[in-house]
């Protein structure tokens, strides 16, 4: 379920919504420029929750927040088919690293909890290979898919902030931060999980290696997650698979083209640019401290204050919950009570029901049925006729 929902589908819904309202999105600039600053900080603050989770399906949920930053980027450049090729791309590695993740729990016997996990490399060999593909594809390392769609979005904001595209600067930085912090999160995954000392209590049952229905699915997705950014790069360069379905902004093709003919020359022509060093560096960060531990409790409590910051995950669910959320209630009530209870129910509903009752009852006495009541009525009605008749007569 995580799989499917959190890498693949729902959550990827409005990336694909937005990409095929391409023609209407290019008209507002404004719109691309909210665009590609939401995406920006979704980017860079959701990916930097990432690195300090324990739960290790949470760093992958986390992680599905930024990579969707990464796709907005693109859709707020105008980068439309890029932004669709870093959707693919990422649906298979990220379904990977959710289904290792899966793989790693019921080896664990249902234990999430990284700082209770430690060594497991040598109790699940094909976990730990499919898990360590997946992670260098998400953190946009060459030759592995996420590096040819991840490297596209960072051209696409490069050339929105040559263009001139309010709020681009910002999604430049966020980009290339993200790149780093990317990396961090997900080496800092592999290192606790897969490496150091066990710590997890083996005297009754040993962690193994899960079952060919859980192991040949992490095979047959890490394979795309090697070879496929390499195998779609220029049908997504070109945009000749959305010919009229998807239609980019401005004509970023030409400078991609003139870049890197091929995939190779872009995979050599990556080691001479920042994102690269960035993803190594962040895999080094995550080495680093993890070899280090104490190291970063002493770093953790000098910046005490930004780390319950984080902890508390910026504050947001508060805002919900004590804000938002009875704030929303209100409306709720205000709109149920006037508008459903007062005005549809009330003077619509059964306001015409009891002017149908009034009007019933006051029909159903001129109804009695006797027959000096109707002569009443009738000879009544006749003066009324002589009456009115007269009048037209005298007038």
């Known amino acids: 379920i995580s799989a499917l929902i959190h890498a693949a589908t729902m959550v990827t819904a409005g990336i694909f919504m937005v990409a095929r309202l391409s023609p209407l999105y290019n ?4 719109a691309l420029s909210v665009i590609i600053v939401v ?3 979704n980017c860079l603050f959701l990916g930097i929750l990432g690195i300090i989770q324990n739960d290790i399906k949470r760093v992958v949920a986390y992680s599905t927040l930024s990579q969707l930053g990464y796709m907005a980027v693109a859709l707020g450049c105008g980068a439309y088919s890029v932004a669709i090729f870093h959707l693919v791309t990422h649906a298979f590695f990220k379904g990977l690293l959710f289904l290792a993740a899966g793989s790693v729990i019921v080896a664990m016997h249902h234990e999430q909890d990284m700082t209770k996990m430690g060594g497991l490399a040598k109790y699940l060999p094909i976990t730990y290979i499919t898990m360590l593909i997946g992670s260098l594809s998400l953190a946009g390392i060459p030759p592995f898919s996420g590096f040819f769609s991840k490297d596209m979005v960072i051209d696409a904001a490069v050339l929105a902030y040559k263009s001139g595209l309010p709020g681009s600067s910002f999604a430049v930085f966020t980009v290339y931060a993200s790149v780093l912090v990317t990396a961090i999160y997900s080496f800092r995954l592999i290192f606790m999980t897969f490496h150091g000392t066990e710590r997890f209590d083996s005297s009754h049952h040993k962690p193994h290696e899960s079952p060919l229905s859980i192991t040949l699915p ?4 890490a394979v795309p997650s090697i070879i496929l950014g390499w195998l779609a790069f220029k049908f997504f360069i070109n945009n000749t698979l959305f010919v009229n379905s998807i239609f980019n902004g401005y ?10 003919l091929d995939q190779i020359s872009l995979t050599l022509e990556a080691f001479k640019s920042i994102p690269v060093y960035l993803g190594l560096s962040g895999i080094l960060i995550a080495w ?3 070899k280090n531990p104490n190291l ?10 930004i780390f319950r910051l984080l902890q508390k995950n910026y504050f947001m669910d508060d805002l919900y919950i004590k804000l938002l959320a ?3 209630r209100f409306l709720g009530n205000l709109f149920w009570n006037l508008g459903d209870i007062f005005i549809i129910d009330g003077i619509f509903v059964n306001g015409s029901a009891k002017l149908i009752k009034i009007y019933s009852v006051v029909c159903k006495r001129l109804q009695s049925g006797y027959i000096n009541v109707y002569a009443s009525f009738m000879i009544f009605g006749l003066i009324m006729l002589i009456t009115f008749y007269t009048k037209l007569i005298f007038s």
């Open 39 to 41: 995406g920006g900080i």
């Open 251 to 260: 004509d970023y093709v030409n400078d991609i083209q003139n870049k890197a």
């Open 27 to 30: 008209q507002s600039s404004i």
């Open 326 to 328: 009875p704030f929303g």
């Open 288 to 290: 680093f401290a993890h």
């Open 296 to 305: 970063i409790k002493k770093f953790v409590q000098i910046i005490n204050p």
């Open 218 to 221: 992490l095979i047959l997705m």
